[in-house]
Protein backbone atom coordinates (compact mmCIF):
# COMPACT_ATOMS: atom_id res chain seq x y z
CA UNK A 1 0.00 0.00 0.00
CA UNK A 2 2.76 2.35 0.64
CA UNK A 3 5.05 1.77 -2.01
CA UNK A 4 8.10 4.46 -2.21
CA UNK A 5 8.39 6.82 -4.75
CA UNK A 6 10.86 8.12 -7.02
CA UNK A 7 11.83 10.50 -4.29
CA UNK A 8 12.27 7.61 -1.46
CA UNK A 9 8.90 8.95 0.07
CA UNK A 10 6.02 6.54 0.51
CA UNK A 11 3.28 6.76 -1.12
CA UNK A 12 0.52 9.28 -0.22
CA UNK A 13 2.71 12.30 1.47
CA UNK A 14 4.40 13.69 -2.31
CA UNK A 15 4.96 17.15 -2.14
CA UNK A 16 2.91 19.21 -4.67
CA UNK A 17 5.95 20.99 -6.56
CA UNK A 18 9.81 21.37 -6.28
CA UNK A 19 11.08 24.98 -6.22
CA UNK A 20 14.65 24.91 -7.36
CA UNK A 21 16.36 28.35 -6.48
CA UNK A 22 20.24 28.91 -7.51
CA UNK A 23 21.78 31.72 -5.45
CA UNK A 24 23.06 34.78 -7.05
CA UNK A 25 26.50 36.18 -5.67
CA UNK A 26 26.38 39.53 -4.27
CA UNK A 27 29.16 41.34 -5.99
CA UNK A 28 30.37 44.85 -4.28
CA UNK A 29 30.02 47.66 -6.64
CA UNK A 30 33.55 48.99 -5.53
CA UNK A 31 35.58 46.05 -6.22
CA UNK A 32 37.66 45.80 -9.30
CA UNK A 33 37.17 43.24 -11.68
CA UNK A 34 38.75 39.42 -11.17
CA UNK A 35 41.28 39.03 -12.79
CA UNK A 36 42.95 35.26 -13.47
CA UNK A 37 46.27 34.85 -11.46
CA UNK A 38 48.71 31.90 -12.10
CA UNK A 39 49.53 30.05 -8.77
CA UNK A 40 53.69 30.13 -8.49
CA UNK A 41 52.91 26.19 -8.06
CA UNK A 42 50.41 23.66 -8.60
CA UNK A 43 48.40 23.06 -5.35
CA UNK A 44 48.24 19.68 -4.55
CA UNK A 45 44.71 18.09 -5.44
CA UNK A 46 42.91 16.51 -2.04
CA UNK A 47 40.66 13.84 -1.98
CA UNK A 48 37.99 13.46 1.15
CA UNK A 49 35.75 10.33 1.69
CA UNK A 50 33.07 11.30 3.16
CA UNK A 51 31.45 8.43 6.07
CA UNK A 52 28.38 7.71 3.78
CA UNK A 53 31.33 6.73 1.03
CA UNK A 54 31.00 10.07 -0.95
CA UNK A 55 34.05 11.30 -2.07
CA UNK A 56 34.72 14.93 -2.49
CA UNK A 57 37.87 16.20 -4.56
CA UNK A 58 39.02 19.58 -4.25
CA UNK A 59 42.64 22.06 -3.94
CA UNK A 60 43.64 22.23 0.12
CA UNK A 61 43.10 25.85 1.37
CA UNK A 62 45.80 27.21 3.72
CA UNK A 63 43.89 27.97 6.64
CA UNK A 64 44.20 32.08 6.97
CA UNK A 65 46.77 33.23 9.54
CA UNK A 66 45.18 35.89 12.10
CA UNK A 67 46.89 38.89 12.32
CA UNK A 68 49.04 39.42 15.24
CA UNK A 69 47.52 41.33 17.80
CA UNK A 70 48.85 44.05 19.71
CA UNK A 71 50.14 42.72 22.83
CA UNK A 72 47.84 44.42 25.77
CA UNK A 73 49.92 45.77 28.85
CA UNK A 74 49.81 43.85 32.09
CA UNK A 75 47.17 46.51 33.71
CA UNK A 76 44.46 48.28 31.61
CA UNK A 77 44.44 51.64 31.78
CA UNK A 78 41.48 52.30 33.58
CA UNK A 79 42.66 50.38 36.91
CA UNK A 80 45.40 52.49 36.35
CA UNK A 81 43.53 55.97 36.87
CA UNK A 82 41.32 54.55 39.38
CA UNK A 83 44.31 53.81 41.55
CA UNK A 84 46.01 57.33 41.02
CA UNK A 85 42.47 58.98 41.91
CA UNK A 86 42.62 56.68 44.91
CA UNK A 87 46.26 57.89 45.89
CA UNK A 88 44.97 61.74 44.95
CA UNK A 89 42.14 61.46 47.04
CA UNK A 90 44.26 60.05 50.24
CA UNK A 91 46.95 62.92 49.67
CA UNK A 92 43.83 64.98 50.05
CA UNK A 93 42.00 63.73 52.70
CA UNK A 94 45.56 63.97 54.33
CA UNK A 95 46.56 67.51 54.15
CA UNK A 96 42.39 68.26 54.52
CA UNK A 97 43.40 66.54 58.16
CA UNK A 98 46.40 68.22 58.31
CA UNK A 99 44.59 71.79 57.95
CA UNK A 100 42.22 70.75 60.68
CA UNK A 101 45.30 70.28 62.73
CA UNK A 102 46.55 73.54 62.07
CA UNK A 103 43.43 75.34 62.47
CA UNK A 104 43.19 74.40 65.48
CA UNK A 105 46.53 74.89 66.97
CA UNK A 106 46.11 78.70 65.52
CA UNK A 107 43.05 79.39 67.41
CA UNK A 108 44.41 77.64 70.38
CA UNK A 109 47.34 80.25 69.62
CA UNK A 110 45.36 83.26 69.17
CA UNK A 111 43.22 82.23 72.18
CA UNK A 112 46.17 82.16 74.61
CA UNK A 113 47.68 85.90 72.83
CA UNK A 114 44.13 87.28 73.85
CA UNK A 115 44.30 85.90 77.56
CA UNK A 116 48.10 87.14 77.80
CA UNK A 117 46.97 90.70 76.43
CA UNK A 118 44.05 90.78 79.19
CA UNK A 119 46.16 89.63 81.80
CA UNK A 120 48.90 92.08 81.72
CA UNK A 121 46.61 94.92 80.89
CA UNK A 122 44.72 94.44 83.69
CA UNK A 123 47.63 93.81 85.77
CA UNK A 124 48.74 97.59 84.25
CA UNK A 125 45.98 99.29 85.14
CA UNK A 126 45.87 97.36 88.81
CA UNK A 127 48.90 98.84 89.18
CA UNK A 128 48.00 102.24 88.23
CA UNK A 129 45.19 101.94 90.39
CA UNK A 130 46.37 100.74 93.43
CA UNK A 131 49.90 102.38 93.42
CA UNK A 132 50.61 104.79 95.87
CA UNK A 133 50.14 108.53 94.48
CA UNK A 134 53.18 110.43 94.49
CA UNK A 135 52.62 114.46 94.20
CA UNK A 136 55.68 114.45 91.71
CA UNK A 137 53.46 113.80 88.52
CA UNK A 138 49.93 114.34 88.17
CA UNK A 139 47.61 117.15 88.70
CA UNK A 140 47.10 118.76 91.84
CA UNK A 141 43.89 121.19 92.52
CA UNK A 142 43.90 123.15 94.97
CA UNK A 143 40.12 123.82 96.41
CA UNK A 144 39.18 126.87 97.89
CA UNK A 145 36.27 128.16 100.12
CA UNK A 146 33.61 127.22 97.89
CA UNK A 147 30.41 128.85 97.87
CA UNK A 148 27.49 127.23 96.36
CA UNK A 149 24.09 129.56 96.27
CA UNK A 150 20.80 128.19 94.90
CA UNK A 151 22.51 125.07 93.19
CA UNK A 152 25.18 126.96 91.92
CA UNK A 153 28.95 126.84 92.35
CA UNK A 154 31.02 129.95 92.83
CA UNK A 155 34.98 129.41 92.96
Known sequence: MNEPTA???PAGHETAAVEVRTPTPIVPAHTA?????????????ASVVLPDGRVVTGYAIEP???EQVAVKPAV???AVNIALGGVGFLAVCGGLLMLTAFITALTALVTQLVILAAVIFGGWIAVQ???ASDHRCGTTVNIRKAVIK??????
Do not use: D, H, T
Open 76 to 78: SRA
Open 33 to 45: PLMPVQPGAIPAV
Open 64 to 66: AKP
Open 7 to 9: YGR
Open 150 to 155: RNKFYG
Open 129 to 131: VFS
